[in-house]
């Protein structure tokens, strides 16, 4: 392929546009929440959420990033630089036009997983089965079932906690109280939504920067971490509000100390998930703990038809953004050879 060079730094600008549409699509995790009990208008809320993306990097390390990079498919196996980073591009197509069309229909899908479903279809495009990292592949698909069951039990129980421990206060002082503590944990929950989902760039562009020649080996630079997190938090800033309309108004009615359960059982599991350097989808654990909260009350609070909408689309994810990444490595290839 021709302008080898300038292809790499084309790609890299893609990373950072398929950033900021992660941020754009999943503003409703960090305040979806906050909207919907009130606390704070969508603006501000938004605001709030940007600056928590962006300090994410002070607090956590770089492992998601590596598992990205190098732990779903074999990157050494590309027989080429152009085969690479073709791949690479068709990776980051295959998810930025996932993370569209569900924006779209309002449905708070997984970036992450539309990232990982891309770099399947374009390994397998490109090399075929040997390319996929197995173990890899099945640790994101364990998590991408286990994370929102954490995230809904821990909120369930941690609203029946708080229900008991309040049982005789008024709900006026329990609202106002709240209100108060969901401050804190919005913003919690914004930091490390952003320390999550901005290292999935993070690993695409190291590897990339691998490939250019800049780096000698995989190690993510601090102005990769920077302009990463930079990028996420304006595509927050921004706000997809179609899906912060169904997360905040049609999963279920929250209130303020709901909403402060939901957030603070989802950053806890995003927080042990970053230790662990797994990958997993902000969307699914902020949208199975607000179906937790929701639960306490009773089972027909939660509106299980719009949440089976999600869940479906949650499954869809990974095999659509193969679908579409192998074809757009195919499309691809076959105009390079002209």
């Not at 102005?223 to 930079?230: K, Q, T």
């Not at 279920?252 to 059982?265: D, H, I, M, N, V």
């Not at 990444?325 to 499309?331: A, M």
């Amino acid at each position: 392929m021709l302008f080898l060079q300038e292809f790499i730094i084309f790609t890299i600008v893609l990373a950072l546009f398929f950033d900021f549409i992660n941020g754009f699509h999943d503003s409703a995790n960090a305040i979806s929440t906050v909207v919907a009990t009130k606390v704070l208008t969508p603006i501000r809320a938004v605001g709030m959420a940007a600056v928590g993306n962006l300090i994410g990097p002070v607090f956590f390390s770089t492992a998601i990033a590596a598992t990205i990079g190098q732990g779903i498919i074999n990157i050494g196996l590309a027989p080429s630089k152009e085969v690479l980073v073709t791949m690479i591009f068709s990776a980051l197509i295959g998810a930025i036009i996932w993370d569209l069309i569900t924006w779209y229909l309002g449905l708070p899908t997984s970036s992450s997983h539309a990232l990982v479903g891309g770099l399947v279809g374009a390994g397998l495009a490109a090399v075929g089965n040997i390319s996929i990292n197995i173990a890899g592949v099945e640790k994101v698909v364990v998590f991408m079932v286990v994370s929102p069951i954490i995230g809904m039990v821990a909120a369930f129980i941690l609203t029946v906690v708080i229900i008991r421990t309040f049982y005789h206060v008024s709900p006026s002082k329990i609202n106002k109280c709240f209100k108060r503590l969901q401050l804190f944990s919005a913003f919690f929950y914004s930091v490390t939504h952003g320390t999550n989902d901005a290292q999935k760039t993070m690993g695409i562009i190291t590897v990339l920067l691998v490939t250019y020649g800049s780096l000698s080996a995989f190690s993510v630079p601090l102005w990769v971490i920077l302009i990463c997190h930079m990028s996420i938090s304006l595509g927050t800033f921004l706000g997809g509000w179609r899906i912060v309309k169904t997360m905040a108004q049609r999963i279920t009615k929250l209130r303020p100390y709901q909403g402060f359960c939901a957030e603070t059982s989802g950053g806890l599991v995003l927080v042990l998930m970053a230790w662990l350097g797994i990958p997993v989808s902000t969307t699914h654990v902020i949208s199975s703990s607000i179906m937790g909260v929701g639960a306490t009350n009773k089972l027909s609070a939660v509106r299980w038809g719009v949440a089976r909408k999600i869940v479906s689309a949650w499954i869809l994810t990974i095999p659509a953004t193969v679908v579409i990444s192998y074809s757009t490595y195919i499309i691809v290839d076959s105009v390079s050879r002209f």
